[in-house]
């Protein structure tokens, strides 16, 4: 619910905000007590930060793509390697890291770990000029043989990936909300604008083929929010929720995008223009298409847990 507020009012910020479940989620699920208290206590006492390292320039969605190697070295791991697409790169505080450490192994050699900010050999690049969701910092993050103790490794060694995934059922629930609240955002404005502008003597909702590009935006906005907290509800009450994540993701998403994108039709020309604000939740709308899984791996993991879990 609070997710959905935040970004009816910009997910610019609210993805900025969200960053910090994704980072802290595999930790919850993973990490000892110690490391609780080590990394996700602070959190909760002052303003921190943290980051989500999965992402590489030549692997996304194929996370086993990744070339990022966590070599051990006495009682370090040496991390090299280059991230890419990093939320909060510039100003977290640490970074939730997935390496490999056995790439003989495939995804069970890949291993995940925390890595404070001020560690030597860490080098951020510049920040990326993105359509969309401007306020969020997006940047590429390299470790140059970044020592990292092995107190800092996340469950075992080639665990790694399974709880990088494991974040998404936390995260995806949060995410989809926020693509409600742009939806609904958007949904606001035109309504707002359909009252106010006249064509051929009436206002334009009267036009029905206007009134009903409106009703559909209602109805997939409240298809999505239940959606979304069906897959909160599940998660909260410690069920397996990965199907009802993908769920939520791929529609609200597409929700988000669909009603940004006919919010513009509804403002006409004055859609076009960077001077009213429907312009601006039509780009931020695309990335939720795209970050967090994009909308065809929601697919693929739904056709997944249909086919191959049922
Ligand atoms: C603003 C922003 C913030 C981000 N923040 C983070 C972050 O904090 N941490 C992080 O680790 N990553 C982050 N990402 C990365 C994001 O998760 C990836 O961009 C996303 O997973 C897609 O990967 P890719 O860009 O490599 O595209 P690719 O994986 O190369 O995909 C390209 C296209 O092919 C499609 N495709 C790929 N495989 C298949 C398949 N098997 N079947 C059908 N279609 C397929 C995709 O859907 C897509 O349309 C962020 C990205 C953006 C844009």
Not at 50 to 71: F, H, L, M, N, W
């Amino acid at each position: 619910m609070i997710a959905e507020e935040i970004a009816w009012g910009c997910t610019g910020i609210g993805t900025a905000m969200e960053a910090n479940t994704l980072a802290e989620a595999p930790v919850l699920v993973g990490g000892s007590d110690e490391q609780k208290r080590r990394f996700l206590a602070p959190m909760t006492k002052e303003f921190r930060l943290a980051a989500y390292c999965v992402t590489e320039p030549q692997a996304g969605s194929d996370v086993q793509g990744i070339k990022t190697v966590a070599r051990k070295a006495g009682d370090d791991y040496v991390l090299k390697g280059s991230k890419m697409w990093i939320t909060n790169g510039s100003v977290a505080d640490w970074y939730f890291v997935v390496a490999y450490t056995d790439p003989s192994q495939r995804y069970k050699g890949m291993s995940a770990c925390v890595v404070p900010r001020d560690s030597p050999g860490i080098e951020v690049g510049k920040k990326e000029q993105n359509l969309g969701q401007r306020a969020s910092d997006t940047r590429a993050v390299t470790f140059n043989d970044v020592k990292v103790p092995k107190a800092n490794l996340i469950g075992e060694e080639g665990k790694g990936f399974l709880l990088a995934m494991s974040a998404f059922d936390h995260s995806r629930p949060v995410v989809s909300a926020a693509a409600v609240g742009l939806a609904r955002s958007a949904m606001d404005h035109a309504i707002r604008y359909a009252k106010e502008r006249t064509t051929f003597g009436v206002p334009i909702h009267k036009h029905q083929a206007l009134a009903f590009m409106v009703a559909e935006m209602a109805m997939k906005i409240e298809a999505a929010r239940l959606l979304v907290w069906q897959s909160a509800w599940k998660i909260d009450r410690g069920e397996r929720n990965t199907k009802e994540a993908a769920f939520a993701k791929a529609f609200a998403a597409d929700t988000a995008m669909e009603t940004a994108l006919n919010a513009v039709q509804v403002f006409g020309g004055y859609g076009f223009s960077r001077e009213y604000p429907v312009e601006k939740l039509m780009r931020d709308a695309k990335v939720f298409q795209i970050y967090e899984g994009t909308s065809q791996i929601q697919r693929l993991i739904i056709a997944k847990e249909i086919f191959e879990r049922s």
